[in-house]
């Protein structure tokens, strides 16, 4: 019996749609106080004096924090910066300098949530203004390399570039921007802070609870284990949720201050700010082919935004290193400073927007060359990784092209622009790349056979709402030989056993294995039990002798020579003196020096371009990806489609307007930050080649949190040019973009 990868409903469906799951800001705490975040208006310059005066005649006004009372922190930890990236340059009213639009600046507390916000909303405050660069041309006229791109350089060379650019026959030069976006996960950023002595219990919602409690701990200066973070359901996070940002401390402080539990919710304008975004880019492609389509040569230079106070790139030329087997190239990374909040991870960081720069200019190219933009990717196809010059560990992106042309009718194409249309309404169809490496840290798990015979797992991971506590009953279900009602998997609180950042796509690949280890091992355990006790059928057996009866009740361990002699899990705890508890570590080995490992995937687009309005509509999109062992069909599925919708977002709607006087969002918000709602989205078709790779980890599951949204944007940037003849080279394409 094998459940893992059976499409079973989501184990914690229930509690979401019946309200029992509790979110942050949802859990009871006794006595808690009410904080809200005040921000600043301004985008660089000092603040010379806050009056609280008129806020204190709020009644229930318990507390005013801002830079002149805050709790002094140690001064090593004053602000924060502690493991970049996840350890953030934080803003902890410990100096008045503002650096950007939106950047924490005080925190008022009261008895009730209405009354804090009308007392901060009453906060007369000013500042002394100093210039602000808010302008992206003016940024880069001053440029700076970060230290790293993730673990890789900085920039890349092979070959030689302007050899292999003269070598081709056909060459392009051509700058793709993307701009300014911000995580809307439904649930914003909360904390609640509840301190007893120096121990604190945080409810956050996160992304990494191990994080918070390390960092929080640091910045406190007190041992991690008096810190307890806590996040059974996280509301959405897209990576935002990935760091602890300043308002995660600042309802410590606030707690500690007041000697009372704080509950501090961003609002959501303050999504747009203070817990990241994804830069702009600015992505210049360079690229050159004979004749038959061989790639001579290519380069990818980005320059993306970061903020005055922290470095962090956006690293969109990692997808081009590994891509194509393109023998001479150059890549960079370079940032422009900008008084604006820090960019962070924000999903797919690099190949959503990375892929959309090399995908269209892979179009380019094959216009240029007249050739089919499949055929040019096929004859430029790589089973190597030539920037790393290692095996791809597997690698089905053949076989995607192939089921995606032939379920999406590709070969009909007629190449001409503008050469396809229904009545007044232009139609075009593009097609792009998916990638998305995997990756895989150490984790740990705990399982233990409670009395009632349900095998309880503990994990100290997180579930953004995409399946984790699902999947990993599954592998737990099967790793023990049990029915999946008879397991339970908790997570979301740093007490339990180790477990690594929910991002980057690396949730299955690492906390998995430490499930399906513990499964095992609980399962030797017993059986040890067993062998050991005179009175148990199982006396004296060994375990290449036993097999696990999943289909029996709870499961039975049995003896394959005699299956008559058998003993049910539950009977062999009872035999045990306490509880029968096991904790299993799984972690990577070297698989990274011998193999460059990522799920790849094919996306076609079908686009409809009004020719008298301009409106851009994608009436289907075929996805088909090579992703390892996909762990339960359903969640999979849903992943990988909510990724390609995000896609769509990404190509048509979402930008984040910064006002050029102020540096503020002037859409921050959800009625004026466009996504893709139900009425954008049409006929999504996923598949899923079969795909096995014995390198990656254990389950052999490659991790699908991200991929969906790569390679939706050039493909469909792609489709809008086939369709009109237009090529756009600026993210979003809106409507007047075409006009
Ligand atoms: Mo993902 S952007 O690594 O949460």
């Known amino acids: 019996?094998?459940?893992?990868?059976?499409?079973?409903?989501?184990?914690?469906?229930?509690?979401?749609?019946?309200?029992?799951?509790?979110?942050?800001?949802?859990?009871?705490?006794?006595?808690?106080?009410?904080?809200?975040?005040?921000?600043?208006?301004?985008?660089?310059?000092?603040?010379?004096?806050?009056?609280?005066?008129?806020?204190?005649?709020?009644?229930?006004?318990?507390?005013?924090?801002?830079?002149?009372?805050?709790?002094?922190?140690?001064?090593?930890?004053k602000d924060g910066k502690l493991q970049p990236p996840i350890g953030r340059r934080l803003t902890l009213l410990q100096e008045d300098d503002v650096y950007y639009n939106n950047q924490p600046i005080a925190v008022v507390v009261a008895d009730t949530f209405e009354r804090a916000r009308e007392a901060g909303a009453r906060l007369r405050i000013e500042y002394e203004r100093k210039p602000a660069v808010l302008d992206f041309e003016q940024a880069k006229q001053s440029v700076h390399p970060p230290e790293k791109v993730l673990t890789e350089e900085t920039d890349t060379k092979r070959g030689d570039l302007q050899a292999g650019l003269l070598a081709g026959s056909a060459r392009i030069d051509v700058t793709y921007t993307t701009p300014v976006e911000s995580h809307n996960p439904l649930e914003t950023h909360a904390t609640i802070a509840q301190w007893d002595g120096d121990r604190l219990t945080l409810y956050d919602s996160t992304q990494y609870m191990k994080g918070v409690q390390r960092i929080v701990a640091s910045i406190f200066d007190i041992p991690p284990e008096n810190v307890t973070a806590?996040?059974?359901?996280?509301?959405?996070?897209?990576?935002?949720?990935?760091?602890?940002?300043?308002?995660?401390?600042?309802?410590?402080?606030?707690?500690?201050?007041?000697?009372?539990?704080?509950?501090?919710?961003?609002?959501r304008n303050q999504m747009f700010g203070p817990v990241g975004s994804r830069p702009n880019t600015e992505q210049r492609m360079r690229m050159a082919a004979l004749s038959d389509g061989r790639m001579t040569a290519s380069s990818h230079d980005t320059i993306a935004y970061t903020s005055m106070i922290e470095d962090w790139i956006e690293p969109c030329g990692l997808v081009t290193r590994m891509m194509y087997e393109s023998p001479n190239q150059e890549t960079s990374h370079r940032l422009a400073r900008m008084h604006l909040g820090t960019p962070t991870f924000m999903r797919a960081p690099?190949?959503?927007?990375?892929?959309?720069?090399?995908?269209?200019?892979?179009?380019?190219?094959?216009?240029?060359?007249?050739?089919?933009?499949?055929?040019?990717?096929?004859?430029?196809?790589?089973?190597?990784?030539?920037?790393?010059?290692?095996p791809f560990s597997s690698k089905s992106l053949r076989q995607c092209y192939e089921i995606g042309a032939e379920r999406f009718g590709w070969r009909d194409r007629n190449p001409q622009p503008r050469s396809m249309r229904q009545g007044h309404k232009l139609v075009g169809w593009g097609m792009a790349t998916a990638s998305y490496p995997t990756n895989r840290s150490p984790a740990e798990c705990s399982a233990t056979l409670t009395p009632d015979g349900t095998a309880l797992f503990r994990s100290g991971t997180q579930d953004l709402g995409t399946g984790t506590y699902t999947v990993m009953t599954q592998v737990a279900a099967d790793a023990l030989g049990v029915?999946?009602?008879?397991?339970?998997?908790?997570?979301?609180?740093?007490?339990?056993?180790?477990?690594?950042?929910?991002?980057?796509?690396?949730?299955?690949?690492?906390?998995?294995p430490a499930v399906q280890a513990a499964g095992k091992a609980l399962r030797l355990k017993l059986l040890g039990?067993?062998?050991?006790?005179?009175?148990?059928?199982?006396?004296?057996?060994?375990?290449?002798?036993?097999?696990?009866?999943?289909?029996?009740?709870?499961?039975?361990?049995?003896?394959?020579?005699?299956?008559?002699?058998?003993?049910?899990?539950?009977?062999?705890?009872?035999?045990?003196?306490?509880?029968?508890?096991?904790?299993?570590?799984?972690?990577?080995?070297?698989?990274?020096?011998k193999y460059s490992m990522h799920s790849f995937g094919a996306v076609f687009v079908e686009v409809t371009v009004d020719e008298d309005l301009g409106e851009i509509r994608v009436p289907r999109v075929v996805g088909v990806y090579g992703v390892g062992k996909l762990m339960n069909e359903k969640t999979g599925y849903s992943q990988l489609m909510g990724g390609i919708v995000w896609g769509i977002g990404l190509a048509l709607f979402e930008e984040t307007l910064i006002d050029q006087r102020e540096g503020r969002a002037v859409n921050g918000n959800l009625a004026e930050y466009h996504v893709p709602t139900n009425a954008d989205i049409q006929a999504i078709d996923v598949q899923i080649v079969d795909e096995d790779d014995p390198h990656v980890n254990p389950l052999g599951a490659k991790g699908i949190g991200e991929i969906g949204i790569t390679g939706v944007g050039a493909a469909i940037a792609n489709a809008v040019f086939h369709a009109t003849g237009k090529r756009v080279r600026d993210l979003p394409i809106t409507l007047d973009k075409l006009l």
């Open 350 to 390: 690099g190949e959503a927007t990375g892929s959309y720069a090399q995908d269209c200019a892979i179009d380019e190219l094959a216009y240029e060359l007249h050739m089919d933009p499949l055929d040019l990717r096929l004859k430029n196809y790589t089973e190597r990784d030539p920037g790393k010059d290692l």
């Open 230 to 267: 806590i996040c059974p359901y996280v509301g959405g996070g897209f990576g935002s949720k990935g760091s602890v940002w300043s308002h995660v401390v600042l309802a410590a402080m606030a707690a500690k201050q007041l000697g009372r539990p704080v509950k501090l919710s961003l609002d």
């Open 1 to 77: 019996m094998t459940i893992t990868g059976a499409p079973i409903n989501r184990v914690d469906a229930w509690a979401k749609v019946s309200g029992a799951a509790r979110y942050s800001a949802e859990h009871p705490v006794a006595d808690v106080a009410h904080a809200v975040l005040v921000t600043s208006t301004i985008p660089s310059g000092r603040v010379l004096s806050i009056d609280d005066s008129a806020a204190r005649e709020v009644p229930g006004v318990l507390l005013v924090m801002t830079h002149e009372n805050a709790l002094r922190l140690p001064p090593k930890m």
């Open 529 to 593: 039990i067993a062998a050991a006790d005179e009175r148990s059928p199982l006396f004296g057996a060994t375990a290449d002798q036993v097999g696990v009866d999943a289909a029996s009740d709870g499961g039975e361990l049995y003896l394959l020579a005699d299956p008559a002699r058998r003993e049910a899990m539950q009977a062999i705890a009872a035999r045990h003196d306490g509880p029968v508890e096991v904790t299993a570590k799984a972690e990577p080995g070297d698989e990274k020096q």
């Open 483 to 512: 029915p999946v009602d008879r397991v339970r998997f908790e997570l979301g609180n740093s007490q339990m056993p180790e477990a690594p950042v929910s991002g980057g796509s690396t949730t299955v690949a690492s906390v998995a």
